[in-house]
């Protein structure tokens, strides 16, 4: 045989083996035409449908004549997904585990793992079915159940069901639900809005496949110390997403199990062709340790929590929307919806108009005397200050004030527990304070005292720091560290915060209650509003119990004090809010995100009074004001009277420019241009919002007042209306 025959002997058997192969590949269904399915549910709206093989769930939305897959048809035809991303499109559950013999994370995916494994069982249940994927490799066994409701379905993780059978060998740590469920294609146009801050919208195929966007539900857990962190601007507060997919779309709401949330979203390119977004449930939480033997040798092992939350279910609701009223606008209405049927959320209905005020009264700093430390209270504004500087602003002509007064009690800011609550005295003592508040009464201010339930610097005899703060997973008090932009690690020159106990706030909050605040029946509760963590000490506390904790203190201080202001809250609080301050003007801005909307504020407006974040710890005035504009917020300044010079190396060192006298002048100008245009849309629900194109934005409220607001340096048109640059126009 010469070496021509054997080349050609070679090419023959090489095409055969990518023959065999190309129909080996082929041979495992595709989600196409021959896929069959059992109707497990039906009502006047919409049919469930599952695939029994594989789990593929179809929705078929008789109102819209659309069809919902949870998993893309063709899946195996993207031309960009490969090894288990491939398989991934065909699941409905991804499993992130511990493998327990190196301490390292691996993942594994439903289709792989269980349904091509015949580890998929079908139960079905009144208004659905349940069903149960078992891996076999790794030894989990994971019930999903899925109910058809009358405008939406509810997917479950049954965890109080979930059995592992090798936990010496592998544990599980998180489960993603339907991570494509709605995904959108390369042919579909729309968008993924997502909770970040105020809100953000990330369009589909916008060329950043590369990236990514993951924000855990309700903010970081402080239990963990993370070094380096990564810095982030902006925090999800709401359990939410939306997808838009050409005319239709839908809105998912973890309604159950949220404070274990993450929320994911993707776009097309580098994983896969599809644009997703999905709920990723944790079931254990994680940290990292790192042990150091001599100063040049360490290492870092994994270290995950012993056992599953006893929990009865993890849930995610999905909203199906209608024609011609699936944008963010409607996605913010129906989320609306659900917190006013299910969550509590009533009507506060503020004819006012007001400007908010933030005092900080005192500060505690280290001060040498005589050559010895000294801890040394720091008045920043005397009550005394604080009627004047209200005094000034009503002769200045502004009619409706709310003061929110922080550091106001003993000790001031960042310092004590509150085991009890006395004035001040350097700002005065009790009698200064019942002056001020009486001033207040007379003059119409509505005052909200705060109180801290959560961070302090300084236990006691009876209250030491290793018992009342709460435990990272190393069994140490957990600090809330001081992070530098520049370099993501701790900052030294400040000193540490730690968060009480959850139980300890629960009996700090009754505490409370037995004496109370006798000076004021309105309370502000900035740190409970935002903060949410575990415990790891001896009483174990998860997230999912600090909620309910927190929850139910926040009803029990509404049945004493009839006026509750929240700050920046997390969705699960907003229902006791009379007022909310702090809400977020931007996004996290995130590489993937294209734009931010006020998404937060469509869904407060015309129900919960709420209000920017402090103006005067931003620069460029010209931006915030189009802000207030767009997300039709009432103004809000931190101010503070004295001493400012002393705060450097303080924890309050950005109120390094918040003398009053510097801002009042500005405050007045902005409250007289911009309080008429508020005063138009007072109460007024959003109506239509739409970024015609970068930096122009169109918005419409109740009533019919739209408001165009051109973000550039250019003067830009507007349906034929000239809008200069950096400025707006009202249409009324």
Not at 78 to 83: H, L, Q
Not at 499 to 505: D, E, G, Q, R
Request: glycine share 6%; hydrophobic share 35%; aromatic share 14%.
């Amino acid at each position: 045989m010469n070496i021509k025959d054997a080349f050609k002997r070679n090419v023959v058997w090489i095409l055969l083996v990518v023959f065999f192969l190309t129909q080996l590949i082929n041979f495992v269904p595709c989600y196409a035409a021959e896929i069959t399915y059992i109707k497990m549910a039906e009502n006047k709206r919409f049919v469930l449908y599952v695939n029994s093989k594989y789990g593929y769930i179809k929705v078929v939305d008789k109102l819209t004549n659309t069809t919902w897959y949870s998993n893309p048809e063709n899946w195996r035809d993207d031309p960009v997904a490969a090894g288990s991303m491939r398989t991934q499109l065909a699941s409905q559950l991804v499993i992130k585990y511990a493998y327990m013999e190196s301490y390292s994370t691996l993942t594994a995916n439903s289709y792989a793992g269980s349904a091509m494994k015949k580890g998929l069982k079908l139960q079905k249940i009144k208004n659905g079915y349940i069903a149960k994927y078992y891996f076999k490799k790794e030894g989990f066994e994971i019930p999903v159940e899925v109910l058809l409701a009358e405008d939406h379905i509810d997917i479950s993780i049954l965890v109080s069901k979930i059995r592992e059978l090798k936990t010496d060998k592998y544990k599980l740590i998180s489960v993603q639900l339907l991570p494509f469920f709605g995904a959108g294609s390369l042919k579909d146009k729309g968008y993924i809005v997502v909770p970040d801050g105020c809100g953000a919208v990330i369009n589909f195929n916008n060329k950043k496949g590369n990236e990514e966007y993951s924000q855990r539900v309700y903010g970081p857990d402080y239990a963990f110390v993370k070094e380096p962190n990564v810095y982030v601007t902006q925090y999800a507060r709401l359990p939410v997403f939306g997808i838009k997919k050409n005319n239709v779309g839908i809105l998912a709401v973890a309604t159950k199990g949220e404070a274990k949330a993450v929320v994911n979203a993707y776009t097309s390119g580098s994983r896969n062709s599809y644009n997703q977004a999905y709920f990723e449930f944790i079931v254990r939480e994680q940290d990292a340790v790192t042990f150091r033997e001599k100063q040049w040798n360490e290492e870092t092992f994994n270290v995950f929590e012993d056992s599953i939350p006893k929990y009865n279910k993890y849930t995610v609701r999905y909203y199906f929307l209608e024609k011609g009223k699936s944008d963010y606008v409607a996605m913010a209405e129906k989320y609306r919806e659900y917190l006013l049927s299910e969550k509590g959320l009533k009507r506060s209905v503020n004819n006012g108009l007001p400007l908010y005020v933030e005092l900080y009264g005192a500060i505690k700093k280290v001060k040498y005397i005589i050559g010895i430390p000294r801890n040394v209270t720091i008045p920043l504004t005397t009550y005394k200050d604080a009627e004047e500087i209200v005094r000034q602003l009503k002769k200045l002509g502004v009619k409706d004030i709310v003061i929110k007064y922080t550091g106001w009690y003993q000790n001031g800011v960042f310092y004590d527990m509150p085991l009890s609550i006395k004035p001040e005295g350097t700002l005065g003592g009790r009698r200064a304070l019942e002056d001020m508040l009486d001033y207040f009464k007379r003059n119409g201010i509505k005052t909200y005292l705060d109180i801290d339930f959560i961070t302090f610097r300084k236990g006691t005899i009876f209250h030491p720091i290793n018992v009342v703060a709460t435990k990272s997973m190393k069994r140490t008090p957990a600090k809330l560290i001081r992070y530098s932009p520049a370099t993501c690690y701790a900052d030294d020159d400040y000193p540490v915060l730690f968060a009480a106990t959850p139980s300890y706030v629960n009996n700090s909050i009754k505490r409370f209650l037995g004496y109370g605040s006798k000076y004021s029946n309105s309370i502000s509760l900035s740190t409970l509003s935002k903060m949410l963590y575990s415990d790891f000490g001896a009483r174990k506390v998860n997230r999912l119990q600090t909620q309910e904790i927190f929850e139910n203190g926040l009803m029990a201080l509404k049945k004493k004090y009839s006026n509750i202001m929240l700050s920046e809250p997390n969705e699960f609080l907003l229902p006791y809010a009379s007022e909310v301050v702090d809400i977020p003007l931007q996004s996290s801005r995130f590489a993937i995100e294209d734009y931010e909307i006020p998404f937060y504020q469509m869904i407060l407006r015309g129900y919960v009074p709420y209000s920017t974040p402090s103006l005067n710890y931003f620069t460029a005035d010209w931006y915030w004001k189009l802000k207030v504009l767009e997300s039709g917020s009432h103004l809000k300044f931190t101010w503070t009277a004295r001493n400012e010079d002393e705060l450097k190396e303080t924890l309050c060192d950005y109120l390094y420019s918040s003398n009053y006298k510097k801002w009042l002048s500005d405050a007045v100008k902005l409250y007289k241009e911009l309080y008429p245009v508020l005063n138009m849309i007072n109460n007024k629900r959003y109506i239509y919002h739409n970024v015609v194109k970068n930096g122009v934005v169109k918005v419409e409220y109740e009533g019919g007042v739209k408001v165009l607001i051109n973000y550039t340096n250019s003067v830009q048109y507007v349906d034929g209306i000239k809008v200069g640059a950096r400025s707006y126009k009202v249409i009324k």
